[in-house]
């Protein structure tokens, strides 16, 4: 059994809906949930929290937690807005969890985490004048205190500056080994979750659409949805290759030649131009084939000017799905 | 275009300024220190304004305790019939307070249901305290409760959930997260309804005449006597309101 199971979790929140939900996470697993705002990222994560009434299982270390009140569960979550307590300093923030369970390793845990977080000058300042970065490992730092089993991070590094990302993406990485945390992670970017985990899971319009490791989600996405949600281009009808196994296939645009000459490849068809813009170093070629538009990445466009134009692009270019 | 909306704007804001101020700063003025002194010495005037204090001090107090758990539970939750539980806690403010009154003698006077439980326990209320403080109560309460309630509005459910999620019950949550959130609206709210129910009139006279709260005293004194014997009263009626009322906003904003 795993560390973590959840099992046939389904959750309605107002007209959402998550649908029969099945994640398992290992014990010290940095996981990573990608999908679209308004996908259910945010209401998985309350539901498994227990801030939602939920139907399912969610087995946490051997235990059925889903009947459970959030403070009983042994759980972590950090929202993407930190959710400070504006009432309190920095330092009774951190420490809030104390209050309701003290253990004799707190105070040892306390000092450990404000020096890992370099967070030790800021401990008597009020929490709403502090940058994100500060305000987001503040938050951080008062999910550690509480020890959870399972930290859940909604999208923490939105909030962020962009100058601070990248350090901030790096700090929780070491965070996750440091403390062997079990993390569940929740992103529209699917390069933070490529930076941060070997799994992860598509979750679209409430439901899991693939759940793989890292490498295969981007080398095989599974459906014509994955493959639109992670930036696949040139998602086109498989019948137009006459390869039946699957009903759609991408290739991407620098993979197809282009040229007033039929161009040396395994596919090629003859196409209509449709516009043409410059992007950095390339042209960015549109073109008509059979209504569905193609895009191509090419260096010239001097052959642009002919009449007859076409497109080619071999078998080992291309990835099925359906 | 510019310059006359700032002309009128100055203008009207001045206009109902001066309607609100002048007629305080007149009765305030229009009676003379000595007169001011000798209606402090009549114990009977001075009975009456610690009376309508704190009476209407201790029914706030007793909606603190009971209308703020409303507030917060109308606050969180959506059910069928909110709309009407809502309506019924304002009907107090639309309602003529004489009117009021009267539906209240209707239930607490000597024939009444909670009149007659409560004779039981010797609990009256027709011409006591108790008559004075179920009057104060009924009217008043709305202003506590509605504030309350944005007040609760406000804070961010997540920030319970983060309260919860670190180990503290609904209860805890509620204490050291929701409350201080909401503190500045609730604290408002009470001295709304402190204020509200230390100037009642129309219900309080239904159903106490005696013992005499100040409103009722003014009143009494103004019908009995003339203007001249209403007027100290008044003054010192309206002193203590302005005294009390800012110096516990100044206390609360110490305390941001």
């Not at chain 1, 529209?188 to 319009?205: P, Q, T, Y």
């Not at chain 2, 603190?64 to 969180?76: D, M």
């Not at chain 2, 009139?201 to 100040?214: K, Q």
Request: net charge positive; with cysteine.
């Amino acid at each position: 059994m795993s560390f973590v199971e959840i099992k046939s979790l389904t959750t309605k929140v107002g007209v959402f809906e998550l649908k029969n939900l099945n994640i398992n996470i290992e014990k010290g697993e940095f996981l990573s949930v990608i999908g679209r705002s308004g996908s259910g990222k945010t209401v998985l994560l309350e539901s498994i929290a227990g801030f939602h009434k939920t139907e399912g299982e969610i087995w946490l270390d051997g235990t059925d937690i889903a009947k459970l009140p959030p403070q009983k569960r042994a759980i972590g979550m950090v929202y993407q807005d930190y959710m400070l307590f504006e009432n309190m300093n920095v330092k009774k923030n951190i420490l809030y969890s104390l209050f309701f369970h003290k253990n004799e390793n707190s105070k040892r845990m306390f000092d450990e985490v404000v020096s890992f977080l370099g967070i030790s000058n800021i401990l008597q300042r009020s929490v709403k004048n502090l940058s994100g970065g500060e305000k987001q490992k503040v938050a951080v730092a008062r999910a550690l205190l509480s020890n959870p089993k399972l930290l859940l991070l909604d999208e923490p590094l939105n909030a962020v500056d962009l100058t601070f990302k990248l350090s901030f993406m790096e700090f929780l990485k070491d965070l996750h080994k440091r403390y062997e945390l079990t993390v569940l992670y929740v992103t529209h970017n699917f390069k933070e979750a490529m930076f941060f985990s070997d799994r992860g899971i598509v979750l679209l319009e409430g439901k899991i659409h693939q759940d793989s490791p890292m490498c295969e989600l981007f080398e095989h996405p599974n459906s014509k949805k994955v493959a639109e949600f992670l930036g696949f281009k040139n998602i086109l009808p498989s019948k137009l290759i006459d390869l039946k196994q699957h009903k759609f296939f991408s290739v991407k645009p620098q993979d197809i030649a282009i040229s007033d000459k039929v161009p040396n490849k395994e596919f090629t068809f003859k196409v209509e131009l449709d516009n043409v813009f410059k992007i950095q170093n390339h042209y960015r070629i549109k073109v008509l084939l059979n209504n569905c538009i193609v895009s191509i990445n090419s260096a010239k466009t001097d052959f642009l000017e002919s009449k007859n134009l076409y497109i080619g692009f071999d078998k080992k270019d291309i990835q099925e799905f359906d | 275009m510019e310059r006359l909306f700032k002309f009128l704007t100055i203008i009207f804001s001045l206009g109902i300024f001066l309607f609100l101020a002048i007629p305080v700063v007149k009765i305030i003025t229009s009676t003379s220190v000595s007169n001011l002194i000798s209606a402090l010495s009549d114990r009977a005037i001075l009975n009456s304004i610690i009376l309508t204090v704190e009476v209407s001090f201790y029914a706030t107090v007793i909606v603190l305790a009971t209308g703020v758990p409303l507030a917060y539970f109308l606050s969180r939750h959506n059910f069928c019939c909110k709309a009407i539980v809502e309506g019924i806690i304002d009907i107090p403010v639309m309602v003529p307070h004489v009117a009021a009154g009267i539906a209240l003698l209707m239930v607490f006077g000597a024939s009444g249901e909670l009149g007659v439980a409560f004779k039981k326990i010797g609990v009256e209320f027709l011409d006591t305290k108790f008559g004075i403080l179920v009057a104060m109560m009924f009217v008043s309460a709305p202003f506590l409760i509605n504030s309350a309630k944005e007040g609760f509005k406000k804070v961010d459910v997540r920030l319970e959930n983060v309260s919860k999620t670190l180990g503290a019950n609904s209860f805890w949550t509620f204490v050291k997260i929701t409350l201080p959130y909401a503190r500045k609206e609730i604290i408002n709210g009470a001295l709304m309804m402190w204020g509200r129910g230390i100037g009642e009139f129309g219900a309080v006279v239904i159903i106490a005449y005696h013992p005499m709260t100040a409103p009722v005293m003014i009143y009494d004194r103004f019908n009995s006597f003339g203007l001249s014997y209403a007027v100290p009263v008044t003054v010192i009626m309206i002193i203590t309101s302005i005294v009390i009322f800012s110096a516990i906003r100044i206390i609360n904003n110490l305390f941001k």
